[in-house]
């Protein structure tokens, strides 16, 4: 059975909440499948200590998105059977400050569509309810928007809405796979933040006329920005050959 989702109004209160003393206590925490968008990546990277690639390699496994044909990375388990999350522990999450948007907005998942009469994107909101979650029993209530104030969805949302652009520009020029080169180019300008200044630096990645790198490099979301900036140049570059 499929677990519900109902539309909620930004303003409806909700009541749940998620602590150690909620009986389904790091439940949510495992048979993960659990993506991550760049972001996410540079969040945790930087609250863990590790380079981009030192993160990628330890914590990370890579695959090509089936509608986008885009490379996405997901959370390697840390018990192959119980499919864990590699960065819970038995007292919670242990980078809770740099947890990913997925786990933040939850139990509310995040939809944007685009107004058919306006054109505007729009915001929407649906509640999961899943059979093993107690938090719908404790706590008290809040409403949407309260609930991404605290849980300091803001910047990630802004950030990962430059990922769905990103997305949608794909979809408009390709539906297919990268090429191995170009998804390579791809991949490293997303999540490898590190090794992508490295690499346009030294002349290895295509040169797509966008604004110098060492404009961005001081500061790490900048160069995110960037390096999806890069990306979408590359793709229009390359699909209108």
Same mark, same amino acid.
């Given at each position: 059975?499929?677990?519900? #989702?109902?539309?909620?109004?930004?303003?409806?209160?909700?009541?749940?909440?998620?602590?150690?003393?909620?009986?389904?206590?790091?439940?949510?925490?495992?048979?993960?499948?659990?993506?991550?968008?760049?972001?996410?990546?540079?969040?945790?990277?930087?609250?863990?200590?590790? /380079?981009?690639?030192?993160? #990628?390699?330890?914590?990370?496994?890579?695959?090509?998105?089936?509608?986008?044909?885009?490379?996405?990375?997901?959370?390697?388990?840390?018990?192959?059977?119980?499919?864990?999350?590699?960065?819970?522990?038995?007292?919670?999450?242990?980078?809770?400050?740099?947890?990913?948007?997925?786990?933040?907005?939850?139990?509310?998942?995040?939809?944007?569509?685009?107004?058919?009469?306006?054109?505007?994107?729009?915001?929407?909101?649906?509640?999961?309810?899943?059979?093993?979650?107690?938090?719908?029993?404790?706590?008290?209530?809040?409403?949407?928007?309260?609930?991404?104030?605290?849980?300091?969805?803001?910047?990630?949302?802004?950030?990962?809405?430059?990922?769905?652009?990103?997305?949608?520009?794909?979809?408009?020029? /390709?539906?297919?796979?990268?090429?191995?080169?170009?998804?390579?180019?791809?991949?490293?300008?997303?999540?490898?933040?590190? #090794?992508?200044?490295?690499?346009?630096?030294?002349?290895?990645?295509?040169?797509?006329?966008?604004?110098?790198?060492?404009?961005?490099?001081?500061?790490?979301?900048?160069?995110?920005?960037?390096?999806?900036?890069?990306?979408?140049?590359?793709?229009?570059?390359?699909?209108?050959?």
């Amino acid at each position: 059975m499929e677990s519900p #989702l109902d539309s909620i109004d930004p303003d409806t209160p909700f009541r749940f909440a998620c602590n150690p003393g909620v009986a389904c206590f790091n439940e949510c925490c495992r048979d993960l499948n659990q993506f991550l968008t760049p972001y996410d990546v540079l969040r945790l990277k930087r609250g863990l200590g590790l /380079s981009s690639r030192q993160f #990628l390699e330890q914590y990370t496994r890579r695959h090509t998105g089936p509608g986008s044909g885009l490379p996405v990375v997901t959370l390697k388990p840390g018990d192959p059977e119980r499919l864990t999350c590699p960065l819970v522990t038995p007292d919670g999450c242990r980078v809770y400050r740099d947890r990913p948007s997925s786990c933040r907005t939850y139990p509310l998942v995040r939809v944007l569509r685009r107004s058919r009469e306006s054109g505007d994107v729009l915001e929407e909101y649906r509640l999961l309810r899943e059979p093993h979650c107690r938090g719908f029993d404790a706590g008290g209530q809040q409403t949407v928007h309260e609930w991404a104030a605290d849980q300091e969805l803001r910047q990630y949302n802004a950030e990962n809405d430059r990922l769905l652009e990103l997305i949608g520009l794909k979809a408009r020029l /390709s539906s297919k796979a990268l090429p191995p080169s170009l998804a390579e180019q791809v991949f490293t300008a997303l999540y490898d933040l590190d #090794l992508f200044h490295t690499r346009l630096t030294d002349g290895r990645l295509t040169k797509t006329g966008a604004e110098p790198m060492e404009e961005a490099r001081p500061d790490e979301v900048a160069m995110l920005r960037f390096g999806l900036e890069w990306v979408k140049r590359l793709l229009e570059t390359t699909f209108a050959r």
